[in-house]
Structures are given as C-alpha cells and as structure tokens.
C-alpha cells in the first residue's frame, strides 16, 4: 500500500560516548527539545479530527484516519524550539514504524499537557551531515539523563548502506528500552511518590 510505504519511518540508533570530543557539534542544526509521550486513550478521532483529551488539534486526511485505526500507537507531543508537534508512532519490526505527524499550536499543545504531568524528556538535537551524505540526529539528553548521547540515523530501507562515524558506538536498534518513550517512562517511575 503506498500511503503505509510513505508513513514508514527506518531508522538505526546507536550510543555515544559524548565524554570527550563532540564533533558532531560542529557546524550541526540545533534544537531544544522537550517531549512528553501521552497516554493512547486520550485520544480519539471524530469525523476527521484528531482530538486529545476533547480537545480538537488537527484534521486528518482519509488515509490517515484508516492508518490510525489499523494499529496501536504511541503518543508523543513535542516542542523543538518554537515549534509544536503532535506524533504518533506504531513500531512494526525491530527497526521500522509507521508515523503520523502533525504542527499543532501552542495553546493546543498546552491544553494537551495541562492534564498531566506525563513522562517526558529533555534533550538539545544535533542534525549533523555525513560526508556520505546522510544526516544524523544525535541527542544529547539532559535533566536526570544528562551525559546519555543517541545517534540516529534515517534510511529509506532496511539493507541501506551507511558510513559510520567514529564516534558511533553500540547499536541499540529495537531495543525498546533504548526507545525516548522507555527512557521517559524509566524517568516517571523514578519520581513517583513511594508509598
């Protein structure tokens, strides 16, 4: 189906030691991050609107609608700077998931997150251009994750071939504890009062 073949999103992480050198830094896009993963059953969709928590944020085109109701997704509200958006992720291997994405205003996003708090997390991006010419998103992660460093980078296949950059460590593709929503979920539990 080509609009599933348009929505799939591939991608490799990997670690990074980020104790040393930072060469990913040099001449890289900057972003502030902060992203918050929501609860699935706070949202629905009604007659071709997405809604959180009854609050109307976004229309849908048809095929994003059949999309959404075919799987099971999580939910990820994000402001990168001054940006907000709203994404919806549906893993479908170890490497692979179909992803929904959204601009949403400020005061929707904000009416989102005002029914929280949620797990979230904080992080400064880097998108850094490899001399083969992909980009790479490294995230370094700040708050109580500070000094955990993540590259990703985005392929159009599975069996795509890639340069690594030395800074490049262990891969943790698919390794769901690796994936922002574990970490921002690990980070949830380690706060919540101890009764």
């Given at each position: 189906?080509?609009v599933?073949?348009?929505?799939?999103?591939?991608?490799?992480?990997?670690?990074?030691?980020?104790?040393?050198?930072?060469?990913?830094?040099?001449?890289?896009?900057?972003?502030?991050?902060?992203?918050h993963?929501?609860?699935?059953?706070?949202?629905?969709?009604?007659?071709?609107?997405?809604?959180?928590?009854?609050?109307?944020?976004?229309?849908?085109?048809?095929?994003?609608?059949?999309?959404?109701s075919?799987?099971?997704?999580?939910?990820?509200?994000?402001?990168?700077?001054?940006?907000?958006?709203?994404?919806?992720?549906?893993?479908?291997?170890?490497?692979?998931?179909?992803?929904?994405?959204?601009?949403?205003?400020?005061?929707?996003?904000?009416?989102?997150?005002?029914?929280g708090?949620?797990?979230?997390?904080?992080?400064?991006?880097?998108?850094?251009?490899?001399l083969?010419?992909?980009?790479?998103?490294?995230?370094?992660?700040?708050?109580?994750?500070?000094?955990?460093?993540?590259?990703?980078?985005?392929?159009?296949?599975?069996?795509?071939?890639f340069?690594?950059?030395?800074?490049?460590?262990?891969?943790?593709t698919?390794?769901?504890?690796?994936?922002?929503?574990?970490?921002?979920?690990?980070?949830?539990?380690?706060?919540?009062?101890?009764?």
């Amino acid at each position: 189906m080509k609009v599933l073949n348009e929505l799939m999103e591939i991608e490799r992480r990997f670690l990074v030691d980020g104790r040393y050198d930072k060469p990913w830094r040099d001449g890289a896009r900057v972003f502030n991050i902060q992203q918050h993963y929501v609860p699935f059953e706070a949202f629905t969709v009604v007659e071709g609107w997405m809604n959180g928590f009854g609050h109307p944020l976004t229309t849908m085109t048809e095929e994003e609608v059949d999309v959404w109701s075919s799987s099971t997704w999580v939910i990820r509200l994000r402001k990168m700077n001054e940006q907000h958006i709203l994404t919806c992720k549906s893993r479908q291997s170890h490497d692979s998931s179909l992803e929904l994405e959204w601009t949403v205003s400020k005061e929707c996003f904000d009416a989102v997150l005002a029914n929280g708090p949620f797990p979230h997390v904080l992080k400064t991006r880097y998108k850094w251009a490899a001399l083969d010419e992909h980009v790479w998103e490294i995230d370094e992660f700040e708050g109580a994750l500070a000094g955990v460093v993540l590259a990703e980078i985005e392929l159009s296949q599975s069996d795509q071939a890639f340069e690594t950059p030395e800074w490049v460590g262990h891969e943790v593709t698919g390794l769901e504890s690796w994936s922002n929503n574990a970490l921002s979920n690990m980070l949830s539990q380690k706060h919540a009062p101890q009764g």
